[in-house]
């Protein structure tokens, strides 16, 4: 921690940039919330991003802050984080996240915001700042939960076609436009506790870093909690409009039951990383997700060279996140 705290403007003018990242992180990832629930017909554009953000918001009542406590202790060693990491580490998540919405790429906000942070601190300090817990446990999950996406899509979709055979398609419809009403709420629910506290965790790591709150202290302050997830939930109700169609049609045709066991076994996945405290891509969460659901009817059901596509910027959103971090984490020793 630095003997001096920073002043009060610079630390404000940061805090407001990580909320405007948290906005966007909504605003980006609007479609892994509603994308399937809109493909199915269940809810109209304009309803399901009130339903989305609405859930976004509730999650603020449902899970601990183990996330932001990764986040905001668990990536870097204590006393690395300054003004200039935080602003490079925002500015590197923020850039990547308007290219890959600029080009309706369904990239990751939250490994952008991984990648800014080690980027920044990497310039800064090198690797040997850098926790390998935190880290390691992040980047494991880059590979664990897209995987688990899959797994648990497809073996529900397995199971409920086993479990209503013999039912009418016309019923089965039915049933399942309602059920998406609420594996489309859980699934907003895990976007929200996951993501908000990523934000909060950034900010908390900026406060702890300024002097301005103790490393000691277990919560951030009520203001950071709340400010977050009302970003969140703002950017998810002004929704990514370019990266629907892309989540819920062009990946693979979805019916609503589809869209339920996808929903279902993405925000299984979600609820199970957030309680562990892992920071997950939702994005990544959800695309393994209606890969898994739509390789049961056949194979060729999946758009792979889309998928393809899609990988490939996972691929790339740490390393060039990372790369515009270290660059303005430069440019900003020559500001401030």
């Not at 700042?129 to 688990?148: D, Q, R």
Request: hydrophobic share 55%; glycine share 12%.
């Amino acid at each position: 921690m630095e003997s001096v705290q920073l002043s009060l403007w610079l630390v404000a003018m940061l805090v407001v940039l990580a909320i405007v990242f948290d906005f966007m992180n909504g605003f980006h990832d609007a479609a892994n919330s509603i994308a399937t629930v809109v493909s199915t017909g269940v809810l109209k554009p304009q309803h399901a991003v009130l339903f989305a953000a609405f859930f976004n918001f509730v999650a603020l009542f449902v899970f601990q802050l183990s996330v932001a406590a990764t986040i905001g202790k668990g990536i870097v060693e204590p006393g690395v984080v300054d003004a200039n990491v935080v602003f490079g580490a925002l500015v590197g998540a923020i850039a990547w996240n308007v290219i890959t919405w600029w080009y309706g790429i369904p990239s990751s906000s939250s490994h952008a915001l991984i990648g800014g942070i080690v980027g920044a601190v990497m310039a800064k300090a090198g690797p040997g700042a850098l926790l390998t817990g935190g880290v390691s446990k992040t980047m494991a999950f880059i590979l664990v939960s897209p995987v688990l996406g899959f797994l648990l899509g497809s073996l529900l979709m397995v199971a409920v076609a086993h479990v209503f055979r013999g039912t009418t398609p016309l019923r089965i419809d039915r049933l399942f436009r309602r059920g998406q009403l609420v594996s489309a709420a859980m699934y907003s629910l895990g976007h929200g506790g996951n993501d908000a506290q990523k934000t909060i965790g950034i900010i908390w790591m900026l406060l702890i870093g300024s002097g301005y709150v103790a490393a000691s202290d277990p919560l951030p302050p009520l203001w950071v909690i709340w400010s977050c997830y009302i970003a969140i939930a703002l950017g998810t109700l002004f929704g990514g409009w370019r990266i629907v169609k892309t989540m819920g049609q062009r990946i693979t045709k979805l019916k609503p039951v589809g869209g339920f066991c996808a929903e279902t076994g993405g925000a299984i996945t979600l609820f199970l990383a957030t309680g562990l405290g892992i920071p997950v891509s939702t994005t990544h969460t959800i695309t393994g997700a209606i890969v898994g659901v739509g390789s049961t009817r056949r194979l060729s059901a999946v758009r792979w060279g889309l998928a393809g596509r899609i990988v490939w910027a996972w691929v790339f959103t740490i390393p060039a996140s990372a790369l515009i971090a270290a660059v303005f984490y430069g440019l900003s020793r020559l500001v401030f």
